[in-house]
């Protein structure tokens, strides 16, 4: 790698031409949106109206699937895609890689006459069987033990996936192993969404609602990206390996300006972002908002709210298609949680409620929220959620990259927290001490220009630096990152939720039973979660330094890392509870961990081994040579008899001494190879490796600044971020 090929990196992306685009002229906005997926309104022109409603009743209202209309969704869902163009088919699952796998299987069968015939059968439709054991397991599977199966997830519908030589019929699917236990983010997902939805009906049901509609959980995860040229991409190992830069000089101009966030798009992003949103639109997702985020080359998009597990499929559908298209804008779209040191990093904001179609979201409190009981029910629910098992929640976000972000100024802090806002606040304060009588209610804002409009004011601020705040109609979880599945955080807290309710729905009913006015009932049962519970309740900066300090006076918990997080998820109360509502047995839990000590291990160790790579073959190179230039160039002005400065070469040797010792030291850990127990590993990689790299970064990150351009052959951040 040279400097000569960073320069032909930047020319190549001067001259670079965006595609060409020809549908604009042929369609209506919005006449693309769910072409490519076997929804509800293709079924009920397809299926038999018998087929029709029993699939339906398992999509709205979680009746168990009648395993006899699969031969007859099968013939339909195969008609539909040969229309399309399909040849193949592929059951789509989710393994505890994080990313998408899916098996390709031809639709057409030699028959007799040596011709094929297109095959599709319910079986087939129902059930595949990829290999288990080559995916994370944590023991659930043994090498040897090979077997695994892929189950058809009827409540997510099938889609084609184009592509220019040949599209494919997709079907989302669940990934278990040979004894039913989960091998996937989907399975535990729905699981824990079947528990949350008994315990929230049976509250609805004291509040007066008769058989109400079954309650779900609804996710809207807003998705924070990186955009880089693929020629500087491609330039640059640590980025195409470990998906993150482990040198770069922080540049002169940083997002100290705050100049890029919500600015003009820039036109060539703005061309991705619609063609992006083409393709997710065609396939149903509903892509809501774009917009350039806090730090240069960074972004934003936002769905419209969906079911949790509607929501986390087409979350990991538009990572896909944001890969995809980007390349094709000469772009590579990076979703690593810290792509950049020193500039903000990327997260996955998990906005969630619950509800059905009869009472929509249960967190919609009103303008006078004290006396909206059923609301208060709910929200207490997530108080007393959210204290009692924040490790989980923790946990349910914990990894090597996600630590690089939580608690930086652009994420919320490792302690968990709720904010409430002022209005929210005020009134369970007074439902501490007895029954509330008043909700601070909305101001106006009179602007003092005659030509606007007086605007309304919310009673209560936004809090961004809150991991999990009421944004006055839903909570947001603001934990999770960028990379991972929202899956797994909303398995967490449909789970905690569903132990939260189920507890409040138990006190209601036995109090009720005895006699209890029903209004008396939940006044003492909200006193009694908000006095329990109301340490987790905190509105102000979680950004400020006396904000752990406070935190630990509360007994709240500081889980700073991965490894101080995983360990939440074996401890006996985590593991009963996961049982109890049969989301997890005990050993699919401890898998978890095992899984988790395990990526982290690896994460950190091709980054170790990357940094040793770059250090040793790319930045000593270019200071040595560097500094053998200045030496020759003083050695010639002496020789010539002229006065020389040597301060120079002074400048460089320090570091270049620096950067020697600290890859030596980096070698040395990474050979030291006497850890074989998981966790052991695992704090090796957190107490060795990364001190070691972090040395080596300090000492290249010096030289970039001092080394001569010409010789420095890795694309620096002030080209990354600011060249597109």
């Keep these: 790698m040279s400097n000569k090929a960073r320069q032909q990196a930047i020319r190549d992306v001067e001259a670079y031409v965006p595609p060409a685009v020809s549908f604009i002229d042929s369609e209506a906005p919005g006449e693309v949106f769910g072409e490519n997926v076997f929804n509800q309104v293709v079924m009920q022109k397809r299926l038999p109206k018998s087929v029709y409603k029993s699939v339906t009743a398992t999509i709205e209202h979680g009746a168990m699937l009648d395993p006899a209309v699969a031969d007859a969704v099968a013939s339909a869902m195969k008609d539909w895609a040969l229309e399309k163009g399909a040849t193949h088919y592929a059951h789509v699952f989710y393994p505890l890689t994080g990313l998408t796998a899916e098996k390709h299987d031809s639709f057409f069968e030699p028959i007799g006459d040596g011709t ?7 079986k087939t439709l129902t059930q595949g069987e ?15 033990e090979a077997r695994g199966y892929t189950g058809w997830d009827v409540t997510s519908p099938a889609y084609v996936l184009e592509n220019p030589n040949g599209n494919t019929l997709c ?19 729905l699981r824990s969404q079947q528990a949350m939805g008994t315990h929230a009906e049976r509250i609805l049901t004291l509040f007066g609602h008769t058989d109400p509609e079954h309650v779900v959980s609804y996710c809207g995860p807003e998705q924070e990206y990186f955009l880089v040229d693929r020629h500087f991409f491609l330039a640059r190992p640590d980025l195409l390996n470990a998906g993150r830069t482990l040198f770069g000089a922080k540049p002169p101009k940083g997002q100290e300006f705050d100049d890029h966030y919500f600015g003009a798009i820039p036109e060539r992003v703005l061309g991705f972002m619609m063609d992006t949103e083409r393709e997710l639109f065609k396939l149903g997702i509903p892509a809501k908002t774009r917009h350039n985020e806090v730090a240069p080359g960074q972004f934003e998009i936002a769905p419209m709210f969906e079911k949790a597990n509607l929501a986390a499929d087409h979350q990991q559908l538009l990572m896909t298609t944001f890969k995809t298209i980007a390349k094709k804008h000469g772009m590579e ?15 996955k904001h998990v906005n969630f409620s619950l509800g059905n179609s009869q009472v929509g979201s249960v967190f919609v409190p009103g303008d006078t929220p004290h006396e909206n009981a059923q609301f208060l029910v709910f929200c207490a629910g997530v108080i007393r959620a959210v204290h009692t098992y924040a490790g989980l929640l923790r946990a349910s976000v914990a990894s090597a990259t996600n630590d690089h972000r939580l608690g930086a100024n652009e994420a919320p802090p490792a302690i968990i927290s709720i904010f409430l806002g002022d209005q929210l606040a005020d009134v369970f304060e007074q439902i501490a001490k007895g029954p509330a009588t008043s909700s601070k209610g909305k101001g106006k804002m009179v602007i003092g220009v005659d030509t606007l409009p007086v605007l309304p004011t919310d009673p209560g601020d936004r809090n961004r630096t809150s991991p999990f705040a009421f944004t006055g109609n839903r909570f947001e979880f603001r934990a999770p990152g960028s990379m991972q599945s929202v899956a797994g955080p909303m398995t967490t807290i449909n789970t905690i939720m569903a132990d939260s309710l189920d507890y409040m729905a138990t006190y209601l009913e036995a109090a009720v039973a005895e006699g209890t006015d029903f209004d008396q009932a939940v006044q003492t049962l909200l006193t009694e979660i908000i006095n329990e519970h109301g340490s987790v309740v905190f509105n102000g900066d979680g950004y400020a330094d006396a904000w752990p300090i406070e935190a630990e006076k509360r007994g709240l918990a500081n889980l700073k890392t991965t490894l101080d997080a995983l360990p939440e998820l074996i401890t006996e109360p985590a593991m009963e509870l996961f049982e109890k509502y049969k989301v997890f047995n005990h050993r699919e839990m401890h898998s978890r961990y095992e899984i988790g000590l395990e990526q982290y291990t690896l994460t950190i160790g091709v980054e170790a081994r ?20 200045l030496a020759l160039n003083i050695g010639a002005l002496k020789a010539a008899g002229v006065e ?10 320090a570091p270049l001494a620096e950067l020697r010792a600290a890859l030596v030291v ?30 080596v970064r300090a000492a290249a990150d010096t030289l970039e600044e001092i080394v001569a351009d010409d010789l420095w052959a890795l694309p620096t951040y002030q080209e990354m971020l600011f060249i597109l």
């Excluded at 990829?130 to 944590?138: R, T, V």
């Excluded at 079907?171 to 997902?189: N, R, W, Y």
């Excluded at 779209?333 to 997260?347: A, D, I, T, Y």
């Excluded at 020389?644 to 040797?653: M, Q």
Aim: charged share 20%.
């Design 644 to 653: 020389t400065d040597t301060s120079t070469l002074d400048v460089v040797s």
């Design 333 to 347: 779209c990076l979703f690593h949680e810290k792509p950049f040191q020193g500039v903000n990093g990327s997260g």
């Design 116 to 122: 094929a015939l297109a095959e599709f059968a319910g």
């Design 130 to 144: 990829p290999d288990a054991s080559s995916f994370p397991n944590g023991g659930l599977r043994n090498t040897f």
């Design 666 to 695: 980096l070698k040395d850990a990474l050979d030291d190879d006497g850890h074989h127990e998981a966790l052991a590993e695992a704090e090796h990689a957190r107490n060795a490796l990364l001190p070691a790299m972090s040395a």
């Design 171 to 189: 079907i989302p699917t669940v990934f278990v192993s040979m004894t039913g236990e989960a091998l996937d983010h989907k399975t535990p997902l």
């Design 610 to 629: 990357l940094t040793l790579e770059l250090g040793t073959t790319v930045v000593l190179p270019a200071a040595v040579r560097h500094q053998t230039e």
